[in-house]
């Protein structure tokens, strides 16, 4: 199941949802439970198969937000 970034047109706050599928209808604000959000382009982590990690190996970037 892929988590959706949005964020709400009202109080501008960004949240991540959890959907089962792109044409779920848009979730509701947690902070001010506006229905009218935006959905975000997110960078996505993903690792490729088949490639070795380690030494001399390819290894991934982290996904963990810098600062």
């Known amino acids: 199941m892929p988590i959706y970034e949005y964020q709400c047109k009202a109080c501008c706050h960004c949240f991540e949802e959890l959907t089962l599928s792109a044409s779920e209808p848009r979730p509701k604000c947690p902070e001010c439970e506006c229905a009218d959000v935006e959905k975000l382009m997110?960078?996505?982590?993903?690792?490729?198969?088949?490639?070795?990690?380690?030494?001399?190996g390819f290894t991934a970037p982290s996904c963990k937000p810098s600062g």
């Open 42 to 56: 997110s960078a996505g982590c993903f690792r490729p198969s088949g490639i070795a990690t380690g030494s001399g």
